[in-house]
């Protein structure tokens, strides 16, 4: 199989080994899934960093956030009331729980290949009664000189999105879940369009329906409503099982570019694009019949969660036409790719 | 068992014999979970009328809604890829159906008790892609002047809540869907606390979390944010699998009283009761132990799915202690009872 991604030679540029956990008790289990932005003349990350203590033979240990601190939950595999056969979520006397614990870490680079971790900056960390299991996965939009951030918070109260903005990456404010369970992979539009906001999200359903690409409107990028369903699953095709934006479209001439993830039965995660109407993004107009990156590499084949290329953040160069894309490799790894948009316009079908 | 309900004698108020389906090749199944408001000086409930075409002995058929028009789909019961286990929902071919198509329908009543269909009003429909499997379970909430009518909207993309606003009850304005899936059970607050819509709603999740009732606010009744889980279901209690609020909160001296439904692992749907502050609904701040209603009489254990009373409208009197619910019994039957809220208020257990 051959994609059109262009993989850096560096890959991974970060791996859980390169940075410090946030406690002298855990372990990072994984970097993964950073969202992507410029600031300060340089290309930033805000990666999930998932941790977890080092793990006992016999036992599944993990951290939970608690109101002023956090504590480990330690369960031994014999108990007959744990089921642990996916290496994410666990499920123990008929509840849930995530084996790590993520929180959003910063990282800096000046040639967007060598990323380290800028001073005095802080950890984003998941606070309060919906962000317990912690936090992961954020989209970062750049809208009128605020920062938008979205992100997967997890709880026992279910997983949504939840919102904070910032202007100076030191100070946050928090708009608490912008949208109810379970949803997940929110993407803001970098501009308004007829005034308004627009965000893809993805919701799921227990019964009817699917794990489908949502797009809504909002007066003030917090709350969100005009929900419509714009892109489903494709039986039998790669993205088959669930899709989900990636980070914010990119604005063409054409149209507004989503890149996004499709999953299939066997929990293969590959890339896609498809287009939306550039005066009304409810509107698909084009979509890839066949992904534009699949996991091919061995980072990309095997690790915390093997065969995995997943993406929430890219940096359009300003060529116009290359985007470089950082996606979470296996669950594991921080990698680049370069995309030519043309390219990926040559591989969209026109509805 | 006892509980607090006083039932009307004259129960079931209304039989699918006593309306008319709304096509003659159709058959009304249900009528069942009335939105109730008062307009015109009378009491007005808003049903939900479930219909299919008359069943064959060896087939399942139901209608859907298509862009102009209706069609019936019918599956052979030998069908190996038919499941229908479920009298509400089947599967076939790996999608899900619903084994009716709900409409909904205006009837009006001078006393409370013996409602008829006016002249002139219409019914309302399922409305483009996104109610092709029909509109349930109508809230009725009236804030300054205008009446807010949230309902379940289903379709092959999900369960969702659909909103639609009126004056006169002829002419309806669709603000689309106002909460993503999987949601139901939504009921807006009918006074502004602090220049802000409240909604109570009921996501659920396909892992992690479970059916519990939300609160959002919103400026504008039409996009929603700030959403916050306040009520779980209980291991062991009767409303142990799920929950969800019925009609819009009743303001009272000690805060918003909501009365909701809740279910077991058995699918028995009782009623119970919690109270939420006045100035932060948010808070909740007590609950019933034991429901308030139980399905006890012989039109609550049988019908179209046995063992059900379903509440999502009801009329506070002036003396400001008595509320009647209408309720919905088996899925099939419209039915009334009075509560005191002094007796509801008896059983609430302060947290």
Not at 329 to 334: G, I, L, Q, R, T
């Amino acid at each position: 199989m051959k994609d059109i991604a262009k993989r850096f030679p560096e890959n991974p540029l970060l791996s859980p080994s390169d940075i410090p956990p946030s406690h002298k008790d855990l372990q990072i289990a994984c970097i993964l899934n950073p969202g992507v932005f410029q600031f300060d003349n340089k290309t930033w990350m805000i990666l999930r960093v998932a941790e977890r203590p080092e793990q006992k033979k016999d036992a599944i240990s993990f951290p939970i956030l608690t109101e002023t601190s956090s504590e480990v939950i330690e369960i031994s595999k014999n108990d007959p009331e744990l089921d642990y056969t996916d290496a994410r979520v666990i499920n123990y006397k008929g509840a849930d729980y995530l084996t790590t614990l993520s929180h959003l870490r910063l990282v800096c680079s000046d040639d967007g290949i060598k990323f380290y971790e800028p001073e005095n900056y802080p950890l984003l960390i998941g606070q309060g009664i919906f962000e317990s299991f912690g936090i992961e996965d954020c989209r970062v939009s750049y809208i009128e000189g605020i920062y938008y951030l979205t992100y997967t918070a997890v709880s026992p109260n279910g997983v949504a999105v939840g919102l904070r903005t910032t202007g100076d990456w030191k100070n946050f404010q928090s708009h608490g879940i912008i949208l109810p369970p379970h949803n997940k992979d929110c993407a803001i539009f970098e501009e308004k369009i007829n005034g308004m906001f627009y965000a893809l999200h993805r919701p799921s359903s227990v019964a009817i329906g699917g794990n489908f690409i949502w797009i809504a409107s909002s007066p003030d990028g917090i709350h969100w409503g005009n929900h419509q369903c714009i892109v489903k699953t494709r039986k039998g095709l790669w993205d088959s099982a669930r899709v989900g934006a990636g980070a914010s479209p990119i604005k063409t001439d054409k149209g507004w570019l989503s890149i996004y993830h499709g999953a299939n039965e066997n929990h293969q995660y590959c890339l896609g694009a498809f287009l939306m109407d550039l005066e009304n993004p409810t509107k698909v107009i084009a979509r890839t019949h066949e992904p534009i990156m699949m996991p091919i590499e061995e980072y990309e084949l095997s690790g915390f969660f093997g065969n995995v290329v997943f993406t929430n953040g890219h940096i359009m160069h300003p060529d116009k036409n290359t985007v470089t894309i950082y996606y979470g490799a296996s669950d594991e790894f921080v990698c680049g790719a370069e995309f030519s948009i043309k390219e990926i316009f040559s591989l969209l079908q026109y509805s």
